[in-house]
């Protein structure tokens, strides 16, 4: 028989891939982790980071909107709009969205740092896990293409710092977009700079610049795909064609911005968004009630990652189209996945 922690591994991969494997009935395991000094709490997994979270200070320049894009609100059609549109992209439908304060770019290596040591918050990939009684290491999962069966393997001590593991590292890498963190971490981070994670109504709208009629974020021509994002090009996963020369991650700006002055809310790297994911989002959202979205805060189900990254490809998931829909669990932590903040606009 698995032990919970297999199966907790096995829910995991089988959402990168496409499948459900989660249970919204029932809660999440009880589980303690190493927590930050303010937080001696137990509970669920979920319930101890809300709760550490809520200790978490905004830093002294808070308020600052310095590398932010105020973009205008407007009204727009959200969903799928081609022929490789997924299900979970229906139907389309009307969404209004609020002026807004939006990061410019995915949040960097640099400014992560800054965060961890003005606060000393210890990442997803960094902590001890307790089940039942039994530890697991810290670490996070590595994309193995030489593992057709999952794509994804969990290594021991994968984190922000040593994305690939242990010899990896970031050095010299400031201005590229910190990964491996989870949706905890990034709802961590908001909280310090004061901002907010993105709800996946507003990614698509500011991804596609508040035009409902883009197909990718550049406009509708594939062809151009290498010039404006970093994805892979090639036969997925062993021949990059490497056409938009960066094979693995890519500094922030190192593609010209959509029409909101936004960089790389197309490929690099997914992003969190703070909404909990529903395969029939759409259809839920019909008549739905102001505030419908509020359990987001839920532990028991993924949430939702938007933009693609630089291993979405034409022959998998094309995840760089501006409608399409992803998802993994909040404690999970990601060789291609990062965030970007936003700010509500004060009156």
């Known amino acids: 028989m698995r032990s919970k922690y297999h199966l907790f591994i096995i829910t995991i991969l089988c959402g990168l891939l496409l499948i459900s494997c989660k249970d919204e009935k029932k809660s999440g395991p009880e589980m303690v982790v190493e927590p930050a000094p303010e937080s001696h709490v137990k509970g ?83 902590r001890t896990f307790e089940i039942n009684g039994k530890k697991y290491p810290p670490g996070a999962l590595v994309f193995d293409p030489f593992n057709p069966q999952w794509w994804w393997k969990f290594v021991k001590d994968a984190n922000w710092k040593q994305p690939e593991g242990p010899g990896s590292n970031i050095e010299g890498k400031d201005d590229y977009p910190v990964v491996q963190v989870s949706w905890y971490d990034a709802k961590a981070y908001a909280k310090w700079a004061g901002k907010r994670l993105p709800t996946e109504v507003e990614f698509e709208y500011f991804n596609r610049a508040g035009n409902d009629s883009l197909i990718y974020n550049w406009g509708n021509d594939y062809s151009l795909a290498a010039e404006h994002a970093n994805y892979f090009q090639g036969n997925f996963p062993f021949d990059n064609w490497n056409e938009d020369s960066f094979p693995g991650l890519a ?30 989002a759409y259809s839920r959202q019909i008549g739905k009630e102001e505030g419908y979205f509020k359990d987001f805060i839920s532990g028991k189900q993924e949430k939702v990652i938007r933009g693609g990254s630089f291993l979405c490809s034409e022959m998998y998931c094309t995840g760089y189209r501006t409608s399409a829909r992803m998802s993994s669990t909040p404690d999970t932590g990601l060789q291609h996945t990062g965030f970007r903040c936003v700010k509500d606009v004060e009156r």
């Open 251 to 280: 500094p922030v700006k190192s593609f010209a911005p959509n029409q909101f002055g936004l960089y790389d809310t197309t490929g690099n790297v997914w992003e969190w968004c703070l909404d909990t994911y529903y395969p029939d």
């Open 44 to 126: 669920t997994y979920h319930e101890i980071y809300l709760k550490e979270i809520s200790y978490i200070k905004a830093r002294v320049d808070s308020a600052s909107t310095e590398g932010m894009v105020q973009i205008p609100g407007g009204t727009y059609m959200m969903g799928g709009n081609s022929d490789q549109a997924k299900e979970n992209e229906f139907p389309r439908h009307q969404e209004t969205v609020k002026e807004l304060w939006v990061d410019e770019t995915e949040v960097t290596n640099a400014q992560f740092r800054r965060f961890i040591e003005e606060t000393g918050y210890v990442t997803t990939a960094e």
